[in-house]
């Protein structure tokens, strides 16, 4: 269970960093209570998930998701430059939080 709430919490990471850069274009009440929410929720389910997944583990795999899911949003929503090296790393980040997974 605690590998579902990390993943839910690199999900609303995600949407946190996505409402970054809306609030930042539209300066709305709504942006802002996204904002707020995707972070609130993603550092909560972050805290349930290291009850029993070790530290290091946890913040590797929740920032890895956050991180590349980022970049992805960024270029579906935003323009952000789609070219093959970018890609490439952004499934390394990946690649290396399903290794940690493997490995704990």
């Known amino acids: 269970m605690n590998w579902i709430f990390l993943i839910m919490a690199g999900i609303f990471e995600m949407i946190g960093v996505l409402m970054i850069n809306k ?4 300066r709305n009440l709504i942006s802002l209570i996204l904002l707020i929410a995707g972070f609130g929720l993603s550092f909560w389910l972050l805290s349930l998930a290291m009850e029993t997944l070790p530290m290091g583990t946890a913040y ?3 920032t890895g998701i956050g991180a590349s899911g980022g970049a992805i949003l960024g270029m579906i929503f ?4 789609r070219n093959g090296l970018r890609i490439v790393f952004i499934t390394m980040v990946l690649g290396s939080a399903v290794g940690l997974k493997l490995v704990s």
């Open 60 to 62: 590797a795999v929740w």
């Open 78 to 81: 935003y323009g952000e430059p």
């Open 23 to 26: 609030l930042h274009k539209d």
